[in-house]
């Protein structure tokens, strides 16, 4: 959904790296959510956010951090990369303003892989 | 819990129906969704169904869900080879506070389309 972009869509990293992916949205959504994919794994929420005051871990926040720096943005971070958080991140907003209160419509994703 | 399982593989051939199936165990379910993987790209919502309904049809797709069994189907008539994707499977969960709707996803249907 061009409404979500997503930079970088493929990164490369070392173990031990900081890395910082970034989400932005033209949607008007107040929700914003991380999920990463991973084969056979299907998506595992990372961190989700219902506006720039409040940050709520989801399943897997272990070794991710977040920031709201506005209703548009939301950006995950990756304090100090290992290899098993090679996977498939995505990005995800909702709202009131859809059709469906908290349908969630998706970034193309960031392919990252740590070495 | 909320736990979401579809199989992980379907193969057909084109012109023929697909159908892919999901099951579901949280009976407080209040949407439940198909969504569609392309190969690089993001998620794109296919279609929605709420509980109270039973089936739903948009042009060449038909949502059945069967409340009691707890099990969505997703029926594609006349599969194409553009119809070759991974499919999710999602139920939606009102959480206790905040009206957050909690999504769960399955690990996804990869729809191969054999010309």
């Known amino acids: 959904d061009a409404d979500v972009t997503q930079t970088p869509r493929n990164r490369i990293t070392k173990t031990g790296k900081r890395i910082m992916l970034e989400c932005s949205q033209t949607?008007?959504?107040?929700?914003m959510y991380w999920y990463r994919q991973d084969p056979g794994l299907g998506l595992r929420l990372i961190y989700y956010?219902?506006?720039?005051?409040?940050?709520n871990k989801g399943e897997i926040s272990d070794g991710y951090s977040v920031s709201r720096q506005a209703q548009a943005k939301f950006s995950l971070s990756l304090e100090s990369a290992i290899p098993n958080q090679t996977a498939l991140y995505f990005c995800?907003?909702?709202?009131?303003?859809?059709?469906?209160?908290?349908?969630?419509?998706f970034g193309p994703g960031t392919r990252l892989t740590v070495l | 819990g909320e736990d979401v399982e579809q199989s992980l593989f379907l193969s057909v051939r084109e012109g023929d129906s697909s159908v892919i199936n999901c099951t579901y165990t949280?009976?407080?379910?209040?949407?439940l969704y198909w969504y569609k993987q392309e190969p690089g790209a993001g998620l794109q919502l296919l279609t929605y169904?709420?509980?109270?309904?039973d089936m739903k049809q948009d042009q060449r797709l038909t949502v059945l869900l069967n409340k009691k069994d707890k099990h969505l189907s997703l029926r594609i008539a006349d599969t194409q080879t553009g119809d070759s994707a991974i499919y999710f499977c999602?139920?939606?969960?009102?959480?206790?506070?905040?009206?957050?709707?909690?999504?769960?996803f399955g690990i996804g249907t990869k729809l191969q389309v054999i010309p």
């Open positions: 949280d009976s407080s379910s209040t949407y």
């Open positions: 956010s219902f506006d720039v005051k409040d940050i």
């Open positions: 169904i709420f509980s109270n309904m």
């Open positions: 995800a907003t909702s709202g009131v303003t859809s059709v469906l209160t908290d349908t969630q419509y």
């Open positions: 999602a139920e939606s969960t009102m959480m206790n506070s905040g009206g957050y709707q909690k999504v769960t």
């Open positions: 949607k008007g959504h107040d929700r």
